[in-house]
Every structure is written in C-alpha cells, then in structure tokens.
C-alpha cells in the first residue's frame, strides 16, 4: 500500500474516533475525543521528530553509521550482526519521546491517556527470535529503568509471532502470527492510559491492507512505573535468540501521529 493509501487508511479512522473514544475501554469511550498533539514529517523533521535518538551509542559499528536516518517519508532503523549496545549481549537503534519543538516534548504523565498511530514495515530479515526482539516500548525515562510495555517478535514453539506485553506483571495483551506482516506496510494503532497499579489500561490494533489483524486490550493493569512514560521505537534485540534468526536487516516507520485524550 502507498504512503497516501496510508494516510487515507488512518485518516478516515482517526475522523472517526475524534468524537468518540474508538479503541478505548467502555467504561471512558462516551467521553473521549483525541487531540493531535504531534504531527511529525520524516522528509522535513527526520530526527529532530524525536526527543533522543540512540544510534549506536557504544560506538561499536562506526561504518554502519548512521544506523537510524530518514529517507523519503520514512524513518529507517538498520541493524547489523556486529552491532553491540553498552551491554554487549544485546544490540540497540532506537529513537526516544515525541519532540514538538527543539526544547520541548510530549510528556506522557499518569493519570493521562495517550495515542500514538503509524505504519511499520517490517522485513522478511527481521525475524522474531528465541530471547527478546522489540520494536516499540514504553518505559520510564532513565538509564537501566525496566520496559513497561513492549510490541515485540517473538518465537512461540518455533512459529514467527508479534506481540504486546505488559512488562511489569508479564502480562500477555495480544499476539498474532508475523509472517503474514512481513515485507508489507502494516498499521499500528496504540492507546495506553498511564495509571499506577490497577489504574491503567492499553489497546493494540494492527491492520494490513485496510483489514483488522487484531485488536486486543487490557484494563485494570499497571501501566506506570515512575516520573512520566515515554515511547520508544526501533530494533531492540538480545543476541541469545537459539534459532539462527539473527541476521542484518532494519525496520521502516512513517506517518507517525500522537493524540492525547481530552
């Protein structure tokens, strides 16, 4: 599908959910509306959308520098065999936070529900793996803090899934088979409600041409570790995977869209 059959795609759904809660828990859909709140362009913000960016912060593939970069309307995160993280049993591109101006960001505060649509092309390269793959988290920001949720790829009984996971009770909010996704564009539509002990809740919609892959969600769950939450996008993977499943590859993202419910 076409960057604009994309956009058409989101556009329609997003027109429809302005007035009401679409894909939000029954118990807060009559209130709801979305509110656009970011709104970035790979072709004229490329990295400057973000809030950080962590290409290859261990310094350890100089020549595959950059590893993260825009190209056309896409942001492309490339991730080699050799490259290492700071903690060398795992591998790390990742970008940070919704940037909305050069010194200011979205911050996602509890109590708060939050929105973020896009597309993602995930390569026949890009395979789930034994040990962890993310590709989306939210996590507290600060060095060495634990993921809150995680949209990973993941091997179960040798079959190539995706998933969305609460981290902190090891919570299984919905999982789907991933070769079906690979080597096309796939729409991603996740809302979280940033809420201590019960008081969260999530919800994760997948679409492929224009059809429902699967829509899943969670309530009454912990969704909030401490000072605020922030999302985070590219490949994050352990080199433990036991099924020869680590190869070079990269992941595209584009038509990225963040909406705060008021």
């Given amino acids: 599908m076409s960057t604009t059959s994309r956009r058409t795609v989101l556009g329609a759904a997003l027109a429809g959910a302005a007035t009401a809660a679409v894909g939000l828990p029954a118990t807060t859909a009559h209130a709801a509306s979305w509110q ?14 973000f809030e950080t960016v962590e290409d290859d912060r261990a310094d350890s ?4 520098q950059p590893h993260i970069y825009a190209t056309g309307n896409n942001w492309r995160f490339n991730m080699h065999t050799v490259d290492r993280d700071t903690s060398t049993d795992r591998q790390r591109q990742e970008v940070t936070g919704l940037r909305t101006g050069s010194s200011s960001y979205l911050k996602w505060n509890e109590g708060q529900t939050w929105r973020v649509t896009y597309s ?6 890009l395979k789930a793996t034994t040990t962890f793959t993310h590709i ?30 609460l981290a902190i009770d090891d919570i299984l909010v919905g999982r789907t088979d991933l070769d079906p ?18 008081a969260g809740s999530v919800r994760w919609i997948l679409k492929s041409g224009g059809a429902t892959v699967i829509d899943a969600s969670k309530t009454g769950v912990d969704t909030f570790l401490a000072d605020r939450v922030r999302p ?15 190869q070079n590859t990269y992941l595209l993202l584009t038509d990225l869209r963040g909406y705060q419910q008021v």
């Fill in 61 to 64: 593939h100089p020549a595959g």
């Fill in 232 to 246: 985070k996008w590219g490949i994050y993977r352990s080199l433990g995977d036991t099924s020869g499943s680590l």
């Fill in 120 to 125: 993602m092309y995930i390569p026949s390269s």
């Fill in 181 to 198: 996704l690979h080597d096309t564009w796939t729409d991603v539509d996740f809302q979280i409600k940033v809420g201590n002990g019960s």
């Fill in 136 to 165: 989306m988290q939210m996590k507290q920001p600060g060095t060495g803090t634990s993921p809150i949720v995680v949209q990973s790829l993941r091997r179960v009984n040798g079959k190539q899934t995706i998933e969305l996971r």
């Fill in 36 to 49: 656009l709140k970011w709104q970035p362009s790979a072709s004229s913000d490329g990295l400057g959308a």
